[in-house]
């Protein structure tokens, strides 16, 4: 399972690394998302059954704001078969007016969005605006990102700020206390 995790980094990685240099390989990129989602999968199969924490009938929620929320597909859908709802939104408006309607244990978020490459830092400051006790707020971006913004995300109120799928995968866990 470490190394199916290290793969995912990895995949991750050299998705980003193309993502930023804007290349116009998006065959190469499909295959990469695509492989990245299927070693998600896998990962996923050797998960056991759970149940989240705090009752049988009751899910964890979680809000994802991402621009570009396909990217997220898979790691979204190993959480949904272990009791986890999420509502995506695409943008810090959308985010706050969920936030305004529903209850998250979690809010993941991007750091970029469109041309704003620190939009996830504008959306902590929103939201800490905006909604008393917010839950705790992951961003998950790029390598690159997070060497230029993470640290001023976390003095905003990010509690974490990855480029590792493993990181946030073993963090998720442990938030919506996953058993």
Partial sequence: MEKLLLDITDLKQEIDKLQNQGTNENKQIKELKLDHDNKIQELASHLPETNVARGATERAKILWVDDHPINNEGIIDVYQHQGVDFDLAINTSQALHYLSINKY?????????GSVRDEGVNMIKSIKQS????????IFCSRIANEIYGKQAIEEGAVMVTSSPKELILSIVKTVKIK
Avoid at 105 to 113: C, E, V
Avoid at 131 to 138: F, H, L, Q
């Fill in 105 to 113: 244990d979690l809010i993941i978020s991007d750091m970029g969005r």
């Fill in 131 to 138: 909604v008393p006790n917010p839950p705790p707020i992951y």
